[in-house]
């Protein structure tokens, strides 16, 4: 059904990611490599891959520049960081390199399932439980405000575009922003278009990192 690449170089957690996969999507061919050499040659090989798990701190990684040199060799075929690693800006960083979503090793199993679904049927996912966190320290928070969104830009929302910003900021798919809002999943589709055509951003994403610091009881007080 799908063809995945594993790049990871632990064997046990390896293990683990192939039996969470092998669970849910029983028929799935994967393929195993332990650094980003051999990750790059596989993907020469095989241009049919579906997707590729990630890990930041494999061999030949060097941090987010191993997943840009990735992009760069095979831009069709989405990547997802699979780490340890659980700080918000190297989450949002990772994304706006082009990852299609974050996976923490801590994940619980039920948690990681949920994530590789909602990346196969398309979506960005993004761990909420770290996008809600606040930056600790003032550095951070200056980069954060650089990219904050004009108080009239977020005025010309409507009640119900401020609820979906606010569900997406926390890194809700659409499905899920269609079940906690109980409006249908096209509704929520217009929505977030209609919200990034008013702040003037080109993607989820960009809404998303602009929406760090909002507080939306403010906005939603109205």
Excluded: W
């Amino acid at each position: 059904m799908y063809k995945i690449l594993i790049a990871d170089d632990h064997p046990l957690f390896r293990e683990a990611i192939i039996n969470v996969i092998h669970t849910s999507f029983p028929d799935c061919e994967l393929l195993e490599t332990e650094t980003l050499e051999a990750a790059l040659e596989l993907t020469q090989e095989q241009d049919d891959l579906d997707l590729i798990l990630l890990d930041l701190n494999m061999p030949g990684m060097n941090g987010l520049n191993g997943l840009i040199t990735l992009r760069n060799e095979s831009p069709t075929i989405p990547v997802v960081i699979v780490s340890a690693e659980e700080d918000k800006q190297i989450v949002l960083q990772a994304i706006t390199y082009g990852a299609v979503g974050f996976i923490t090793k801590s994940s619980p199993r039920e948690q990681m399932t949920e994530a590789l679904k909602q990346i196969l049927a398309g979506n960005v996912y993004l761990p909420s439980d770290i996008i809600r966190t606040n930056a600790p320290d003032t550095r951070r928070v200056h980069r954060k405000d650089e990219n904050q969104i004009p108080p009239e830009m977020l005025s010309s929302l409507t009640r119900r575009q401020l609820l979906v910003l606010e569900r997406m900021s926390k890194g809700e798919s659409n499905k899920q922003i269609a079940y906690h809002l109980n409006i249908a999943e096209t509704t929520v589709k217009a929505h977030v278009s209609a919200i990034l055509r008013k702040l003037n951003v080109h993607n989820r994403i960009q809404a998303v990192l602009s929406a760090g610091n909002i507080d939306f009881s403010e906005y939603l007080k109205r």
